[in-house]
């Protein structure tokens, strides 16, 4: 799987695409590519690395410094010019600022990405998690809408929100690819979520809780409650 899809991704290159999130990927003249924040196309004052394990250290905070606890949010810090000399270093140095994403591009591509609903990845909780199956609809597509904004995280949100039953809040465009994204010799890799990530799953637990708390403070009491008090 890792060699064809560095193949794959040389191939993507050599056909034209030139990036992914907030990273433009140039191929050098002489072999190699080059990473860098596409914001910083125009600089020439950018620090240099050369490994493509630099990649870990430069996704993790921000402008700011703050920990960045989302990779795909759009937070990429500016400054850097990441030197690599082939596209195996390529694909690990994409892998650390972005897991995973080129590997389910390469899914989508050939037809093979399963896209997990809402409700399958809730109902498999367990543990302090199992509460978040007691989600209800309408808090479910409130916070999808809330959470996996694009202004949030650049991913595609291409889950439904249950079998047959699609995301009803969020932006079509946060939910759908980008119309000829898998054209041949796209320009961009788009990032794709292929299930809830451990950032939503959390927020639907603490949003069942919060609500059954609130249920349970507005019940009326029991004459045994009462008198227990
Ligand atoms: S569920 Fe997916 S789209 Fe939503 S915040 Fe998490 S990674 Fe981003």
Redesign the pocket.
């Known amino acids: 799987m890792n060699r064809n899809l560095t193949q794959a991704l040389e191939s993507w290159i050599a056909q034209g695409c030139r990036s992914i999130g907030q990273i433009k990927i140039t191929p050098r003249p002489e072999g190699g590519y080059e990473l860098r924040h596409a914001e910083d196309c125009d600089r020439n004052d950018l620090a240099t690395y050369t490994e493509a394990t630099d990649a870990r250290a430069l996704s993790f905070f921000d402008d700011a410094n703050a920990y960045r606890p989302?990779k795909?949010?759009p937070t990429l810090r500016h400054g850097w010019l990441l030197n690599l000399p082939d596209a195996t270093a390529l694909r690990h140095a994409l892998d650390y600022f972005y897991p995973s994403m080129t590997a389910l591009w390469f899914s989508h591509l050939r037809g093979e990405l399963r896209l997990v609903p809402?409700r399958e990845t809730l109902d498999r909780q367990t543990g302090m998690y199992a509460v978040a199956k007691r989600l209800r609809d309408d808090e479910g597509q409130k916070l999808?809408a809330w959470?996996?904004v694009l202004e949030?995280?650049?991913?595609?949100?291409l889950?439904n929100f249950a079998p047959g039953q699609p995301l009803t809040h969020l932006a079509k465009e946060?939910r759908t690819l980008p119309s000829g994204a898998d054209a041949p010799g796209f320009q961009e890799i788009p990032?794709i979520?292929?299930?809830?990530?451990?950032?939503?799953?959390p927020a639907c637990r603490e949003t069942v809780k919060k609500r059954e708390r609130l249920e349970s403070a507005e019940s009326p009491q029991t004459p045994q409650n009462n008198a227990a008090t």
């Open positions: 989302l795909t949010a809402l999808v959470h996996c949030k995280c650049m991913k595609r949100t889950w946060a990032l979520c292929q299930e809830a990530c451990n950032h939503l799953v």
